[in-house]
């Protein structure tokens, strides 16, 4: 059996650019901003630090979220960021406005996209 060899075929690598020559340099996109205030009994700050960390890990790139905890105040109206989120009993159920204080990563997250910008 002898080898054979195509020579209509050019190198993988110029044929297949990877994904990091497949964009110019100048490409840029908008990252988003999400503010979210916590609020309730439940809130802390050690919560809204860890929060912050997920959402932004998850998000990496596409949204930036700034989170503060304002225990002291019960409704989303009383806090200063466009987006209030009561702290929920730990498992509660988790939607758009009210997430459990024991919610896991993906879940705040998941949340957290849901909110208005």
Do not use: C, K
Request: aromatic share 6%; proline share 9%; glycine share 6%.
């Amino acid at each position: 059996m002898t080898e054979r060899t195509r020579v209509d075929r050019q190198p993988e690598s110029a044929a297949m650019p990877s994904r990091a020559t497949e964009r110019p340099e100048t490409d840029t996109h908008e990252v988003i901003e999400l503010e979210i205030g916590l609020y309730g009994s439940r809130a802390t700050d050690a919560l809204a630090a860890t929060w912050q960390r997920w959402i932004n890990s998850h998000w990496a790139g596409e949204l930036e979220a700034s989170v503060a905890a304002h225990p002291a105040s019960d409704s989303p109206a009383r806090v200063p960021e466009p987006n209030g989120v009561e702290v929920l009993e730990p498992g509660e159920r988790s939607f758009a406005s009210g997430w459990a204080a024991d919610a896991d990563p993906l879940t705040i997250a998941e949340e957290a996209g849901r909110l208005p910008r």
